[in-house]
């Protein structure tokens, strides 16, 4: 079908325009969200930098082939809500992936724009699409009848099950996600912080699968609560395991667990999940003294960083390689810059101190210069010895990675595992019959739109193996 | 949500809570615990099973009322819901057969000690049951573990009931080094390392259940580690029960102090946006 004749010019060579973002300096010490938003003006300018190719090679490199270019085209148009009805067809999570996609590596990636000029923002016109529809979240829903196909449950309510719900449903499948924590969300709600995705954005686009007629229960741990043989037994037809990479690594130096020595997870979840950043209006607290050290490279040392100087602490964040090997975002990487966020590079921990009463108060460090490339392509970093220091310190947080959530593997050993993360085949399908697994649990630690990725190929395995037609609907 | 179906205070500031929880009446073992948030502005906190109920779905819970949240807790009557109640989290307790088995407890970890007393004794084992109490008036569930073990002994701080003394001093007046072959101990931190310091070199297998700081209760956050045969084990997904001659008390109580000002801070804050209960 050939698509309708433009309304309007594309023009590729308009600069591409800025994501607005809060004052370097209000924002460091407020849990507002950092990055305001396209205004109409910008979107129609930037709308109109997509060429809108034959062959749109975004839509081939988006994980959930959102059709972009066509909701791009829609907001050229000024028909805002007609974009946001163009993304829905593929996600219900403009909101969020808006924010927290990594599009860089994927649909801006492969912006033929980008080849001659800089690529279009599909991110940030994403996120535009998403605020401008908010208000109508509670409308779209309400014309889904309730679901009668069969049962089907998904652990954890991170994006991998997110995704996975929202595909179901559609097919008619009756949809439980079940959530060990009291909050919805999983990584999104106890990983990122709420100046990068503020809660009620979360909320709302969750509160859409609800009124689509998914079925969410907290406070129930997979292989504690219920086993996956008792599930099956409830009559859920499939199970998709979707528990992410929830188990921190530890720095494994002397030292280690003097107070004010917090993984990333614990002082994240602290805050986030928590609110420690509310206390004593929340009832968690979190220890941030004046001087506190991150060590490590990736989204979360970022995030731990921004939240300890937020809360009034003196942060830098220590890694063992240097500025261009950090593998955060590089626009978090520039927002900690900006809010004053000290890097330390080539250098390591290797062991704690404390006082008397067993605070953390100084840390040793090592310089290290970069060697050979290791497994990963990067330069090694390598020690020298005699380049130990100490650093004061009252607060430090290890964000050195995470392996996969051990809890639902431990009790059920039909589960083939290696390095504690499920195996699944070309489909999707773990080692249990209708179990299937996806999103960081697969993959160790990933991101939220391969996890979703996953949660999507997942939901379409589950309905093929439910409905006999290996045909996509 | 969960509902209360009972509550009844066992001793000053002490609370039993009976809470319909028909999953985990289901699974859980002796030694295993629970993550409550009593309301929905609460922090989550760690509590022993100590019972349950097949006929109501319910489990029991026992609670010292010192701090925000435990007061929270006990400040929920019969019918009212209890906003979040997760679990069965941790391991079983260890269990053997055919040994002389002494459970040791003081204060509330006294109700704590009671399924794992229990299951001993349905185990095979011959139990002698020693518990310790401020007074008299402080002794809680005392029918309930006379019920249970082949031999309970009360302690008291003043004397007024049973041995004059702590937990560990009527160890030592009762048992020497072949006395038990197994034990397990609950309470507070200074008595548990008392009772590991009294029987190094007894010969005595004896675990302790562990009660740190903890928020998820998964193995997520890593803030309750503890340190076990200079091993860091995460004492809600390894534990919480360690070989008590191996666990490192003086960390634990370090650790465990750490947000002891907030806490206080937080108990005495009267929240501006009008959340607070009290």
């Known amino acids: 079908m050939a698509a309708p004749p433009l309304k309007y010019k594309p023009n590729p060579k308009a600069p591409r325009q800025a994501l607005p973002l809060l004052d370097a300096q209000v924002r460091a010490r407020t849990a507002e969200e ?69 599009h860089e590596l994927f649909c801006e990636d492969a912006c033929i724009v980008g080849r001659k000029w800089d690529p279009v923002a599909i991110g940030s016109l994403e996120r535009f699409a998403a605020d401008h529809a908010r208000l109508r979240m509670q409308e779209l829903a309400t014309s889904y009848p309730k679901p009668t196909g069969p049962k089907v449950a998904l652990v954890g309510s991170g994006p991998a099950s997110l995704i ?73 037809q499939a199970i998709f395991i979707g528990t992410g990479a929830g188990l921190p690594h530890m720095m494994g130096i002397p030292g280690e667990n003097l107070v004010g020595v917090y993984t990333a997870n614990e002082f994240l979840t602290r805050i986030n999940l928590m609110e420690a950043f ?76 404390g006082d008397e009463n067993g605070y953390v108060k100084e840390i040793e460090c090592i310089r290290m210069e970069l060697g050979e490339p290791d497994e990963s392509g990067r330069r090694a970093p390598v020690p020298i010895e005699s380049s130990r220091h100490r650093i004061a310190v009252d607060t430090v947080v290890a964000a050195i990675g995470q392996a996969p959530n051990p809890t ?15 195996l699944i085949d070309e489909h999707g399908e773990t080692s249990m019959a209708h179990v299937y697994a996806g999103g960081d649990v697969v993959r160790g630690g990933s991101t939220v739109i391969l996890a979703m990725k996953d949660g999507r190929a997942a939901a379409q395995a589950i309905h093929n193996a439910l409905s006999g037609t290996p045909e996509v609907q | ?26 699974r859980w073992k002796a030694g295993q615990f629970i993550i409550i948030r009593p309301l929905e502005t609460s922090e989550r906190i760690p509590l022993t099973i100590v019972d349950s109920n097949a006929e109501r779905q319910s489990i029991t819970m026992v ?47 006294v109700a704590e000690l009671l399924p794992v007393a229990k299951a001993f004794h349905q185990a095979g084992n011959r139990v002698t049951a020693l518990c310790g109490a401020r007074s008299e008036n402080y002794r809680i569930l005392d029918a309930e573990l006379k019920e249970a073990v082949d031999e309970l002994h009360w302690a008291t701080d003043d004397g007024s009931f049973g041995f004059h003394g702590n937990v560990v001093q009527l160890l030592n007046s009762l048992a020497g080094p072949d006395t038990f072959q197994e034990g397990h ?10 009772a590991a310091e009294a029987t190094r070199g007894w010969g005595l297998k004896l675990h302790a259940s562990l009660n740190p700081v903890m928020i998820d209760g998964t193995g997520m956050c890593g803030g309750c580690r503890v340190t076990v045969g200079h091993e860091v084990k995460f004492a809600c997904v390894d534990g919480p029960e360690f070989d008590a001659h191996l666990v490192d008390f003086d960390e634990l109580t370090r650790r465990n102090r750490a947000y002891r000002e907030m806490e206080q801070e937080s108990l005495n804050h009267k929240c501006r946006v009008g959340l607070d209960i009290h």
């Open chain 1, 164 to 236: 996975a719900a929202y595909d179901l449903i559609r097919w008619n499948y009756q949809v439980t996600i079940f959530e060990a924590l009291h909050k919805l969300g999983g990584v999104l709600a106890y990983g990122i912080p709420n100046f990068r995705l503020p809660r009620e954005i979360l909320r709302e686009e969750i509160a859409r699968l609800q009124n689509m007629g998914v079925e969410f229960v907290v406070d129930f741990i997979a292989g504690k609560t219920a086993s996956l043989a008792e599930l099956m037994e409830e009559g859920y």
């Open chain 2, 63 to 109: 609670i010292q009322a010192i701090g925000k949240t435990t007061k929270e807790a006990v400040s929920l009557e019969p019918e009212a819901l209890m906003c979040d109640l997760v679990g069965p989290l941790g391991e079983p307790a260890t269990m053997s057969k055919g040994k002389n088995v002494v459970c040791m407890a003081g204060g509330v970890g």
């Open chain 1, 408 to 422: 639902l593997q431990k009790v059920t050993p039909q589960l083939i595992t290696r390095r504690g993360r499920i």
């Open chain 1, 34 to 102: 950092v990055a305001l938003g396209f205004t109409p003006e910008q979107v129609s300018v930037e709308a109109q930098r997509c060429l809108q190719c034959a062959k749109p090679t975004c839509v081939e490199a988006c994980p959930l082939h959102i059709d972009i270019k066509r909701f791009i085209a829609r907001l050229a148009e000024n028909e805002f809500q007609a974009a946001h009805d163009v993304i829905s067809e593929q996600s219900p999570f403009p909101g969020v992936c808006g924010r927290v996609c990594q």
């Open chain 1, 278 to 353: 509310k206390f004593p209006d929340a009832p968690t607290p979190v220890r941030v003294g004046k001087r506190t050290i991150v060590v490590g490279g990736g989204n979360s040392a970022m995030d731990a960083a921004r939240w300890a100087n937020r809360m009034g602490s003196e942060t830098t964040i220590l890694y063992r390689r240097g500025r261009v090997e950090l593998k955060a975002r590089l626009e978090e990487i520039e927002h900690a810059e900006e809010e004053g966020i000290k890097f330390e590079f080539l250098a390591a921990p290797v062991a704690l101190y």
């Open chain 2, 185 to 194: 101990v609950i309470g507070p931190i200074p008595m548990m390392k008392a």
């Open chain 2, 1 to 26: 949500m969960n509902r209360v179906l009972a509550k009844r205070e066992l001793a000053p500031l002490v609370t039993l809570l009976e809470v319909e929880a028909p999953r985990i009446q289901r």
